[in-house]
């Protein structure tokens, strides 16, 4: 058998070291205990490459989802779309990673900031808010980076299945980066060609960046961007733990 990386298997205290594809002597094979015969046939087979491995992965299913084209002279806000989402006076924003999502820096995986998350866009969804995430994205520096991340929120999306939402990143520190306003002023001008005034006071913004304190609880926030992003658009802002868990305010300082 072919291997190129051929497994060792010692054989108990006899010290001998077998090739994978070897065949132990006869004399060593009778000498061996019942575990360790099952151990070499385990560490056999686990030298070749299952067939499933092997496969192709398997493509992320996006569902209705889709990039637009992106915003700004560099092209540095995307901007994503899930299903058809309607231009309302209400906009519930939030930021995407520590907020609605645990932040990772890679994969396309991704798991909610807390489980009750989902249940409660497709509540806003319902109530009439226009759901929008506005995320901060200076790391997606390579095509590959970029590329994983995108795909993952096509896996967002596609466990929204009914949450109409746009989502937009920045993608370098520029005037989109909040706290700068840029974002949301391109938000602004969607609306607008809807014939759609946001209404501030009916808005608000979730987000992580809050420039809170160290708890026993939580690390001290890495900023308090997302905090000043909402004071310079000028609607009411929320940490999670307020927004999603009730928890008292401890940002309004
Ligand atoms: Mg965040």
């Known amino acids: 058998m072919a291997s190129t990386s051929p497994a060792k298997i010692y054989l108990g205290s006899k010290k001998r070291v077998l090739e994978t ?9 009778k000498s061996m205990s ?3 015969r099952l151990n070499n046939d385990s560490a056999l087979n686990a030298a070749k490459v299952h067939p499933f491995f092997a496969k192709p992965a398997k493509p992320v299913e996006t569902g209705p989802f889709r990039w637009e084209s992106p915003f700004g002279a560099t092209k540095s806000c995307l901007h994503g779309v899930n299903l058809e989402p309607k231009s309302s006076t209400k ?13 990772s820096f890679n994969g396309v995986d991704f798991r909610w900031w807390n489980k009750c998350v989902p249940g409660k866009l497709a509540e806003l969804s319902k109530e009439g808010y226009s759901i929008v995430f506005f995320s901060n994205q200076a790391g997606l520096k390579s095509d590959l980076t970029r590329d994983k991340w995108k ?8 466990a929204l299945p009914d949450v109409p939402f746009r989502i937009f990143a920045a993608l370098k520190k520029d005037k989109y980066r909040k706290p700068d306003v840029g974002m949301w002023e391109e938000l602004e001008t969607l609306f607008a060609a ?6 501030k006071s009916a808005s608000f913004f979730v987000g992580d960046a809050a420039g809170r304190p160290k708890t026993a609880k939580r690390e001290k926030d890495f900023h308090d961007s997302d905090k ?13 733990e307020e927004y999603f868990l009730g928890e008292p305010s401890e940002s309004k300082s």
Do not use: C, H, M, Y
């Open 91 to 103: 906009v519930a924003a939030l930021d995407l990673d520590g907020t609605v999502i645990v932040q």
């Open 228 to 240: 000043e992003w909402a004071a310079a658009v000028g609607i009411p802002f929320f940490t999670p």
């Open 151 to 158: 795909k993952k929120v096509g896996s967002i999306a596609a």
């Open 194 to 199: 809807d014939n759609v005034e946001i209404d």
């Open 34 to 36: 019942r575990s360790s």
């Open 21 to 29: 594809g070897d065949t132990p002597p006869a004399k060593i094979q």
